[in-house]
């Protein structure tokens, strides 16, 4: 097989990527602040929290989970959701990172 362009990044570069593209709706966004909001919660809480459909709701939060920022746990009929605290950690590093080098510069860039 060949390789792809992600193959030229670091591993950390790539996950940090998905974990940004899966932030990139605003649907998804306003999810984790539900799932904040209310610690834990069932799919069909968040369709009534979202003006979206349970299909469309259910495919932003396959995104979220198979980037790892949410986690889900079937109970009985339905899945209850909740942050995925190892998901978060990864950008909250790559982050203060940024801050930092950006407090160390003295605005020396153009």
Not at 19 to 47: F, M, Q, S
Not at 57 to 62: A, C, D, E, P, R
Not at 63 to 85: D, M, P, R, S, T
Request: charge should be neutral; include cysteine; proline fraction near 3%.
């Amino acid at each position: 097989m060949g390789t792809t362009k992600t193959d030229f990044f670091t591993d950390n570069q790539n996950e940090l990527a998905i974990l940004a593209k899966a932030l990139g709706h605003p649907a998804r966004i306003a999810i984790i602040e539900y799932l904040l909001k209310v610690n834990t919660c069932i799919c069909g809480d968040i369709v009534n929290e979202l003006p979206l459909s349970q299909p469309t709701v259910s495919q932003h939060l396959k995104e979220l989970k198979n980037a790892g920022l949410i986690k889900g746990n079937i109970e009985g009929n339905a899945i209850c959701y909740c942050i995925n605290e190892s998901g978060f950690e990864k950008i909250k590093v790559f982050f203060q990172h940024v801050t930092t080098h950006l407090e160390k510069r003295n605005n020396e860039c153009c």
